[in-house]
């Protein structure tokens, strides 16, 4: 099994498979939903196969856009060094290796922060301070094993790494560079039994990218191993598919996300992403009220005002730019508690209705029937994926979407 790896015993024991194996002339796919521990799985490949911090090997590659603004937010806030002093380490690791990759492949990286001369302490020197020293120092202080005493010791330090993570969170393609760079990387004779790169988010490749990179991939070098992590896999090239062994992830349980990140609070999670986005943002809190105004607030009004168009205006001016897909997600786990609300009705028996929307159940579980509740969740569902990874806006889907649900909760309510 692999080590660290929480809650994926059929992935951890596929992966440790392909270790006794010596996975060398491979290329891997790791594929499941966001936040369940696919990178963090490949990177522990790569460790296990080069006996050392992969970041710290000359015999390691990689490429993946993140949102590090999120999740060096949370290693610096929510983080506890008594448990996360590990994760944190790996993770500015990370961190800095990825800042290098984004001076070395992407021309428009910029970044807009004024950072300080932070192994100064606390003097400040804004703007006489470049990104690349910044990267410098940091490289410095991660080898010399400063991490722990500038994460809690050094504000000007703390501050430049929530400055740099922000510039650094901007999505973009893979570049073609980057792959260029990596086939001429496992052209190279190893120094080590193994040669291995991680790409992440493999399918946000552009077809160019792809297509540049069939060859390496569908016959990597005896000492490479090559491991992608997608989150869909039909957004991969057939042609890679059919060459790349795919080990599946599920996703995790809040008992194992709790395992994983013990700092991030008390609400569920089903993701380490939602756990941080939780514990930084309060994300969960803000989908919940905003489900319930709808429900309590804006529904009965629905009619006789422009109440649900002051309502839609106001997700899609929330400074996280994503609620309205958040909410669309939180409606829909609203619909399927109200359908455990109605079992719970029916038989007499508590099946785990969520508690923060039950005065709101208690109306409508006596008038619904399973069937419709069925529908609506599986329609809400199919919109909240359009809105988020599709090519549609809130301002499409939601108006129509909110009248009807008003109308059918206030019919619904006064049976």
């Given amino acids: 099994m692999i080590p660290g790896l929480v809650g994926q015993p059929r992935a ?60 060096t937010r949370y290693f610096l806030h929510k983080g506890d060094l008594r448990y996360d002093l590990p994760q944190m380490e790996r993770y500015f690791h990370y961190l800095c290796a990825r800042l290098s990759l984004a001076f070395a492949y992407d021309k428009s990286f910029k970044p807009a922060a004024k950072l300080q001369r932070f192994r100064k302490g606390t003097e400040k020197e804004k703007g006489a301070f470049k990104p690349e020293d910044f990267r410098a120092d940091f490289e410095q202080a991660l080898l010399n094993e400063e991490l722990s005493s500038l994460l809690y010791g050094n504000e000007a330090f703390r501050e430049d790494l929530e400055a740099i993570s922000d510039d650094l969170s901007r999505k973009q393609a893979i570049p073609i560079d980057f792959i260029r760079a990596l086939i001429d990387f496992h052209s190279r004779r190893s120094g080590s039994d193994y040669r291995v790169s991680v790409i992440g988010g493999f399918e946000n490749a552009t077809e160019e990218a792809q297509n540049s990179s069939l060859k390496l991939f569908e016959e990597p070098p005896a000492t490479s191993l090559l491991v992608l992590t997608v989150d869909n896999l039909s957004r991969v090239l057939p042609t890679i598919l059919s060459r790349a062994i795919v080990v599946r992830f599920s996703g995790l349980s809040p008992h194992s996300v709790a395992e994983i990140l013990p700092g991030a609070g008390d609400i569920p999670s089903k993701s380490t992403v939602e756990a941080m986005e939780n514990a930084v943002y309060d994300f969960r809190a803000k989908q919940q009220t905003a489900v319930r105004d709808f429900f309590t607030v804006v529904a009965p009004k629905v009619g006789n005002s422009d109440a649900h168009f002051q309502f839609i205006e106001a997700l899609s001016n929330d400074p996280s730019g994503d609620m309205p897909a958040r909410f669309l997600e939180e409606l829909t786990e609203f619909l399927r508690g109200l359908h455990l609300a109605r079992q719970s009705l029916l038989r007499g028996v508590d099946t785990g209705a969520p508690g923060c929307y039950a005065d709101i159940y208690a109306a409508l579980a006596p008038n619904v029937t399973s069937a419709e509740l069925r529908t609506l969740a599986a329609e809400t569902a199919e919109l909240h994926r359009r809105v988020r990874y599709g090519n549609i806006t809130e301002t499409t889907v939601l108006p129509s979407l909110l009248v009807n649900l008003a109308r059918w909760m206030v019919v619904k309510g006064r049976r």
């Fill in 12 to 71: 951890s024991a596929l992966i440790a498979q392909l270790l006794k194996e010596r996975a060398g002339g491979r290329t891997v796919i790791f594929e499941g939903p966001r936040g369940s521990g696919k990178f963090t799985a490949a990177l522990a490949f790569a460790e296990a196969c080069l006996g050392r911090n992969p970041f710290l090997s000359a015999d390691f590659t990689f490429f993946r856009n993140d949102d590090f603004g999120l999740k």
